[in-house]
């Protein structure tokens, strides 16, 4: 039975992208569900600004049994030399380490991967963006796709619940962005809350 869902995250379920917020897919989630729904998701968080929040926005709500995760998209944003926002490695631990204290708390983690984003629309939306990855010869697209594939791998080695949210919106690509060509559009949205409520309804019909 699932008495509540908690959205934990970065921008995406901060519902950026979307032409209005209630748009977003977390608040999508929210108006379909009959249970109760938090939303967490703040913009240009990593998975280690999520630790740092971790017990105040979903270990202290107990009562919600769910909890939906979904870092990784600023994770990998490249910083100089080389660098990342949060390493490769240090992104995995920080996951297993979400995962262990919702599970101590008896909530249940579920963790989405990454939406797929269009670099060549990126660079023109930010061409500041570009500058510093054409330098460094690193293409946004397949790093962010990395950072996307280390969550299914932790989900699966771990056998955490994932919610595939980048196949539904991969086939629609060039359909689901917002000008940005990083966050969703609207139709973006729709599409991830349609995923994450479909998962959802596994575990409880009755949401």
Not at 66 to 84: A, K, P, Q, T
Request: hydrophobic share 40%.
């Amino acid at each position: 039975m699932i008495s509540g869902v908690i959205c934990f995250g970065d921008s995406i379920l901060a519902g950026t992208g979307a032409s209005f917020r209630d748009k977003g897919c977390a608040k999508l989630l929210k108006a379909r569900l009959k249970i109760p729904v938090s939303l967490k998701g703040i913009n240009r968080n990593t998975s280690q600004d999520g630790l740092i929040r971790l017990q105040q926005d979903v270990l202290d709500q107990k009562n919600l049994s769910h909890v939906i995760i979904l870092f990784g998209n600023n994770d990998c944003r490249f910083v100089d030399s080389n660098r990342f926002s949060v390493s490769q490695d240090h992104f995995i631990e920080n996951l297993k380490e979400m995962a262990a204290s919702i599970k101590r708390n008896h909530q249940i983690p579920m963790f989405c991967n990454l939406q797929p984003i269009d670099f060549p629309m990126l660079f023109q939306f930010m061409p500041e963006v570009q500058k510093i990855y054409s330098e460094n010869k690193i293409n946004p697209e397949e790093l962010q796709g990395t950072y996307s594939d280390l969550i299914e791998n932790f989900a699966k080695k771990s056998a955490e619940i994932l919610i595939d949210i980048r196949t539904p919106l991969k086939c629609k690509k060039n359909e689901i962005l917002a000008k940005d060509g990083l966050h969703p559009n609207d139709y973006g949205h729709e599409i991830i809350a349609q995923k994450i409520f479909a998962e959802l309804k596994k575990y409880d019909s009755t949401i």
